[in-house]
Structures are given as structure tokens and as C-alpha cells.
């Protein structure tokens, strides 16, 4: 049967484990709501170019992880590999800057890298993401965080670190691009073969190599904090300060570059220590020059991504008991014929008035059934048996207590309803 297996590095997520990603998303989407953010809804897939021009062409993702394929029509299409371009994409295409100075977005997507899979690295994943657009002020920088830290807080992560980093802007960039190429000079033949390459194409992505002969070479090399104009420099005083009295703490990161050319001034990741090698649950940073980039008025934005299955990942291992159990349904256990055909009424009115309910469709005994009722955690039983049948009752049974009762047919549907 492998050949039916789900394709390599995707995941099936079946009924038991679904309660989990449905309350972690409502947590989340509840937090959006707190701090302002609108749901969107792009695509799955986009026109290829939009990634290939914007995220980077040497970055990882676009090099080498873009599902891509044709269209009918010969035009070239990528399965979102990330959610902030097709985010921005939708911004300047409804131009939804014309409409508040400040908007503010969230998205729960799925997102496709071909990735070598390993624990915590899919093919397909789940982000939830936030993009918030039209200003500069530091203060935006920190609330996005703050938004992170909340979240994370609000669903037990508590021991989460925050890595925080500037990685400039074109004003200072080039200048500490100079510092990086002079510094790494004879050294090169040192690096690995990719940082060879980065070293010509994207020098700054050297910094960010976990090959442990280029963290040697790249130990003491030039770092961007230390070549930032004073506009980035103020920013990033700034957004260190508004953390400081939120009472978030962080640890800065000049090594910290993200994975994705479009970033500017501030970048930063959340960590966890459950993790292993793939310990980021989340990331984001500054991009002020992507909309304009992308086609729109120049706009300031900032955002972050959360990886869903890393999170839940980091839940397990920590042992969070999250509260997400079902709040009770009601089993209808029908005996005989009479009882099975009094079951499917029963069934179909607690339905009709709200009460979630189940009944059994095999014929199973008594017994089998209470089984059944236990699996699904079901918080009463109403029995239906020849004698109740006759009697026109049914026995309600209080699976928590044990206790037992006979309530007329008639008034089983209200007492439940408001049980
Ligand atoms: P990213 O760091 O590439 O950023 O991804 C965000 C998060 O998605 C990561 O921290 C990680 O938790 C999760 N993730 C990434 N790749 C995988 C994978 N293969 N398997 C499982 N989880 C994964 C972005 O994508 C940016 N668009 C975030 C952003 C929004 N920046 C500004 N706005």
C-alpha cells in the first residue's frame, strides 16, 4: 500500500489530532482580533515571477524549494513558498493603503518548500502570519512582537528566546558589504562550497551558515550593527526600548539574518529549546521597500510567521495539556429494531436542538455500544431498549457519575438541550 502513502514531507492530520490545530488557530485568530489584524485569503499559488523577483534569487527557497509548474497555458505558476509577497501582491493590487494609513493583516495558510524533511521541516506547512503596513515607527515593531510573545504565552510556550537583530537598509548595507568581502578575502577557500557562492552573489547570508568551518571564519567578521546609519541605528534603539518596557525579553543577534532578501532594519526569531536542529517556531522582520517593489507606493511594513507543526511539535514535547476537549456529546445506544428506529429520531431532534449526538449504525450489543460511547467521550447516554420503548422513556445515563434516570421521550430533546 505504500504506494498510496501521503507524498514525502506532507502529513496527514486525522480527527484525534485536529482539536489541537483548531483551538491553536482560534487562540491565534482571537489575538489577531485583540490587536486589529483582518483576515486575507490569497491564493495557493501564484505567478512564478512574483517570488523569483522578490524574495531573493539566491535564497534557499528560491534557488532550489519552489514547487513550480505550467499552466495549461504555458504560464509558469509557484505554490506559495512563503506568505508575504502574495500578501503584499494583494495589498497593491485592491491598493488597500487607500483606504486606512495603517492596515493590518493576518493569514493562516499553507506553504510548500521542497526541503530535505526532517523533524519539524515538511514539505507542506501551516503558518499563521501577520503583516502590518504604512509605517516606520518602532513602536509597529514592537507591537508585532509583542503580538508573537502573547501568542506564544497564551498557548503555554513560555520558555520561548527572542533573537533580535538590524539588518539595515540600502544606505548602509553596501558599506558593511565592502567590511564583509575585505574581511573573508584569503579566507575563502576556508568556507564551504554555498557560502563560496553567497560570498559573490549575497555576502550578509554567510553570516547566517551552520556549517561549523564558516562560523569559525565568520567569528569576528564585520557585523552589520556596527556599520548602521543613523536613521536604522535610532530604529533599532527604539524598538529595543518599546520591548524593554513591554517587559519582553530578547537577546541580540548580529549573526540573525533571515532567509528572505526583501528584509530591512529589524529581523528577529522566536526559538525553542524542544526543538532540536529546527528550533524556529517563528520569524519575521522589516521589509520598507517590498510594496514599492512589488508595483505599490512606497509603504513601510512589518510581519512575522509562525510555523503551526513546529509549534504544536514544541507543545508535545513540553507536555502542554491544551484546552480543546469537545464539550460533551450525547450517545444514543438503540436495542433491537424498535430501539434502533427510536434512536434515529431521537438522534436527528437533539441535533435539531443544538446537542451534539451519535448513535450506532451496526447492530452491536449493549455493551459494544457503551464502548463506543466511551471512545468518543460522550457525556451522556440515552438508552433505548424494549422496555423503555414500551414505556415511552428513555434511560439517561450521566457518564461522569454513573447515575441513571428514566425521562419521558416527549422531554428528552429540552432536558438535554439544557443539561
Ligand atoms: P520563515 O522564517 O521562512 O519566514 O518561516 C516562518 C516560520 O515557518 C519558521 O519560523 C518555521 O517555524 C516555519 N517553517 C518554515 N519552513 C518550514 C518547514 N519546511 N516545515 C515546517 N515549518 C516551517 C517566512 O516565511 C516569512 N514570510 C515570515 C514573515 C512574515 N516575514 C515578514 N512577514
Known amino acids: ?32 482580533a485583540l490587536y486589529g489584524f483582518g483576515e486575507i485569503r490569497t491564493p495557493t499559488f501564484e505567478h512564478t515571477e512574483l517570488f523569483t523577483r522578490n524574495l531573493g534569487e539566491t535564497t534557499d527557497v528560491v534557488a532550489k524549494e519552489m514547487y513550480t509548474f505550467e499552466s495549461r497555458s504555458g504560464r509558469s505558476l509557484t505554490l506559495r513558498p512563503e506568505g508575504t509577497a502574495p500578501t503584499v501582491r494583494a495589498y497593491v493590487q485592491h491598493n488597500l493603503g487607500a483606504s486606512l494609513p495603517v ?15 526532517q523533524a519539524g521541516r515538511y514539505r507542506e506547512h501551516t503558518q499563521f502570519g501577520v503583516e502590518a503596513f504604512g509605517s516606520l515607527d518602532p513602536a509597529l515593531d514592537a ?22 537583530n538590524t539588518i539595515g537598509c540600502p544606505n548602509c548595507r553596501p558599506a558593511h558589504r565592502q567590511a564583509l568581502v575585505e574581511f573573508v578575502g584569503d579566507k575563502l577557500s576556508d568556507l564551504c562550497a554555498i557560502c563560496a557562492d553567497r560570498f559573490q552573489r549575497n555576502p ?15 567569528a569576528s567578521a564585520p557585523m552589520m550593527v556596527d556599520y548602521l546609519c543613523e536613521e536604522c541605528s535610532e530604529h533599532f534603539a527604539r524598538v529595543q526600548s518599546y520591548l524593554g518596557e513591554m517587559g519582553i525579553a ?29 528550533n524556529a517556531i517563528g520569524g519575521g522582520g522589516r521589509y520598507d521597500n517590498l510594496v514599492e517593489e512589488i508595483g505599490g507606493q512606497p509603504t513601510p511594513a512589518i510581519g512575522f510567521g509562525l510555523g503551526l507543526d513546529r509549534l504544536i511539535l514544541a507543545l508535545d514535547a513540553m507536555g502542554v495539556e491544551l484546552s480543546c476537549e469537545a464539550s460533551g456529546t450525547v450517545f444514543v445506544a438503540g436495542l433491537g429494531e424498535a430501539g434502533h428506529e427510536a434512536a434515529v429520531k431521537v ?7 443544538g446537542v451534539s449526538a451519535d ?18 467521550g460522550a457525556r451522556y447516554v440515552v438508552l433505548l431498549g424494549e422496555d423503555e420503548i414500551a414505556r415511552g422513556v428513555a434511560t439517561v445515563r450521566d457518564m461522569r457519575t454513573s447515575e441513571q434516570e428514566s425521562v419521558p ?11
Open 1 to 32: 500500500m505504500t504506494e498510496y502513502a501521503a507524498p514525502r514531507g506532507t502529513r496527514d492530520v486525522l480527527p484525534s489530532e485536529t482539536p489541537r490545530w483548531q483551538y491553536l488557530e482560534s487562540r491565534f485568530r482571537g489575538i489577531c
Open 204 to 218: 550578509l547570508r554567510m553570516l547566517d551558515c551552520k556549517e561549523e568551518r564558516c562560523k569559525a571564519v565568520l
Open 103 to 117: 492596515n493590518k493583516v493576518y493569514y493562516v495558510a499553507r506553504i510548500f518548500r521542497y526541503e530535505r524533511p
Open 359 to 376: 448513535m450506532d449504525y451496526t447492530g452491536r450489543s449493549l455493551k459494544a455500544q457503551m464502548k463506543v460511547a466511551d471512545k468518543l
Open 250 to 278: 530578547f537577546t541580540l543577534d548580529p549573526k540573525l539574518v533571515r532567509g528572505f532578501d526583501y528584509y530591512t532594519k529589524t529581523a528577529f526569531e522566536f526559538v525553542s529549546g524542544e526543538l532540536g536542529a529546527q
Open 143 to 164: 507591537e508585532v512582537i509583542s503580538f508573537a510573545a502573547r501568542f506564544f504565552s497564551a498557548v503555554g510556550v513560555e520558555d520561548f528566546g527572542l533573537r533580535l
Open 347 to 353: 438522534t436527528f431532534d437533539l441535533r435539531g436542538r
Open 409 to 419: 421521550l416527549s422531554e428528552l430533546a429540552a432536558r438535554l438541550a439544557s443539561a
